[in-house]
Antibody, heavy 121, light 106 residues
Framework: EGQLVESGGGLVQPGGSLRLSCAAS????????MNWVRQAPGKGLEWVSG????????YYADSVKGRFTISRDNSKNTVYLQMNSLRAEDTAVYYC??????????????WGQGILVSVSS | DIQMTQSPSTLSASVGDRVTITCRAS??????LAWYQQKPGKAPKLLIY???NLESGVPSRFSGSGSGTEFTLTISNLQPDDFATYYC????????FGQGTKVDIK
C-alpha cells in the first residue's frame, strides 16, 4: 500500500480553474498508474481520470474530457489534476487513488483522504 | 461505456444477518470486478478484487462471487462495523463504479 495526500481544493466560480495535487509516499511511485475519483455530495463514486506510471498514457471520463488534464512529476512523487472550465456539477470530494497492480488492470488499493472542490458563484 | 448497476440501493439488516448485494454489468467484464466499503467522511476501502479474492486484512465474513455480467458480495454474520455503503467497480475497461448500496440498521 501507500500513502496519498491531496491538496489544492477550495471554492471556485463557474468557468474558473483549479489544480489539485496528490503527494505519494511509501511505494515506488513510477511503477504505478494513478487516478482521480470524485464523489459529489451525497452521491456515489465516479472515476475521473488516470495516468500510467511513465505518464505516457492518460485517460478521462467523458464528463471531464477536454476540460481536465492529468499529469505527474515522478521526481516529486506527485500527480496533478488541472481542472478548467469548472461547472457546478464538478462540485465534489476528489480522491487520489493508486492502482494495485503495476501496469495491470486497475482497481485501487490506496486512497487519499479526499479534498473538496466547490464550484459556485 | 460499461454501466454497473447495484441492487438494492438500501438494505436494512441486523447484527448477525447474512446480506447479499448484487452488481450487474452492461456487458461481460470477465472477473474484473472489485468491491469497496465506504463509511461517511472516509475514503473507500478495498474489500475484494477479481470478483472473489479477499484483500489482505479483510475479515473472512466478506466474500464475492460471479463472472461475466453478474456478481454478488455477501457478508455473513453482519457486524456493527459493517454498516456502511458498498460499491462495485469494473476494471475491464478502465473504471466504472456502481451507484452504491447502503447497509443500515434495521
Amino acid at each position: 500500500e501507500g500513502q496519498l495526500v491531496e491538496s489544492g481544493g477550495g471554492l471556485v466560480q463557474p468557468g474558473g480553474s483549479l489544480r489539485l495535487s496528490c503527494a505519494a509516499s511509501a511505494f515506488t511511485f513510477t511503477h504505478y498508474a494513478m487516478n482521480w475519483v470524485r464523489q459529489a455530495p451525497g452521491k456515489g463514486l465516479e472515476w475521473v481520470s488516470g495516468i500510467s506510471g511513465s505518464g505516457g498514457n492518460r485517460y478521462y471520463a467523458d464528463s471531464v474530457k477536454g476540460r481536465f488534464t492529468i499529469s505527474r512529476d515522478n521526481s516529486k512523487n506527485t500527480v496533478y489534476l488541472q481542472m478548467n472550465s469548472l461547472r457546478a456539477e464538478d462540485t465534489a470530494v476528489y480522491y487520489c487513488a493508486k492502482d494495485r497492480i503495476p501496469g495491470g488492470k486497475n482497481y485501487f488499493d490506496s486512497w487519499g483522504q479526499g479534498i473538496l472542490v466547490s464550484v459556485s458563484s | 461505456d460499461i454501466q454497473m448497476t447495484q441492487s438494492p440501493s438500501t438494505l436494512s439488516a441486523s447484527v448477525g444477518d447474512r446480506v447479499t448485494i448484487t452488481c450487474r454489468a452492461s456487458q461481460s467484464i470477465s472477473s474484473w470486478l472489485a468491491w469497496y466499503q465506504q463509511k461517511p467522511g472516509k475514503a473507500p476501502k478495498l474489500l475484494i478484487y477479481r470478483a472473489s479474492n479477499l484483500e489482505s486484512g479483510v475479515p473472512s465474513r466478506f466474500s464475492g462471487s460471479g463472472s461475466g455480467t453478474e456478481f454478488t458480495l455477501t457478508i455473513s454474520n453482519l457486524q456493527p462495523d459493517d454498516f456502511a455503503t458498498y460499491y462495485c467497480q469494473q476494471y475491464n475497461n478502465y473504471a466504472t463504479f456502481g451507484q452504491g448500496t447502503k447497509v443500515d440498521i434495521k
